[in-house]
């Protein structure tokens, strides 16, 4: 087998050149990014905020949300044309759901207060068309920086509607054996943890005065 002199070290060491392995690896089979908008309505609760002040302003926040594929369906083989070549796809159906957070903020006093706050929660459905043979898995990733929520009206007191954007990272992925050429790893030189050296120190002495005579020792 052929070897390498491995450098920067006192004593040479030699360790085998790149060889063949087989290796078991996530292999990505698709990727996107998706955004998605989603118009929500929520009914102001009726015994926490009736009656309303007579000013307000209404907040939102997204608390969770999760998207995954949904669970039973069946992936539909679909034909598109990519350029001029036909591709079979695979049609997927994601289930997205969420709850988001309505604050509705007093305005009429000063300083503004918490009038009322309750939560919303949604769910919604979605097809992608994916590269997702059998045996592979549809992971869904959202992106937080990226998702977000605004206050689109408030509808006779009554009805709040919201803007929901969420921004999706869908990868298709397997796991699959390859064959790689590679150089096998080696542990590097373990570094010793520093240690201080323990010194022991001896205080001053009076020779003269102690042991004093008979010293040195008669013979």
Known sequence: MESKLVQGQQVPEYLPLPSLECIEVPKIFDWVLKVTQIVDESTIDPALCLPLPSSFRVEVAVLDVESVEKPGSIRENIVVTVGTTPVT???????????????????SVVPNVVHCRYTKSFVRFEKVLLCAPPG???????????TRIE???????????????????IQ?????????EA???????????PENPCVVTFPPQCPDIFPGVPYPFPT
Do not use: M, W
Request: charged letters at 20%; aromatic letters at 2%.
């Open 172 to 180: 298709v992925t397997a796991i699959v054996k390859l064959i790689i």
């Open 183 to 193: 150089e096998l790893c080696q542990p590097r030189p373990e570094i010793p943890i």
């Open 151 to 169: 206050v689109l009206d408030v509808v006779d007191d009554t009805f709040v509607n919201v803007d929901i954007v969420i921004c999706q990272s």
């Open 89 to 107: 796809l695979q049609r997927v159906i994601i289930r997205k759901s969420g709850t988001y957070e309505v604050t509705i903020i007093d305005t």
């Open 136 to 146: 592979t898995d549809v992971n869904v990733h959202i992106v937080p920086t990226a």
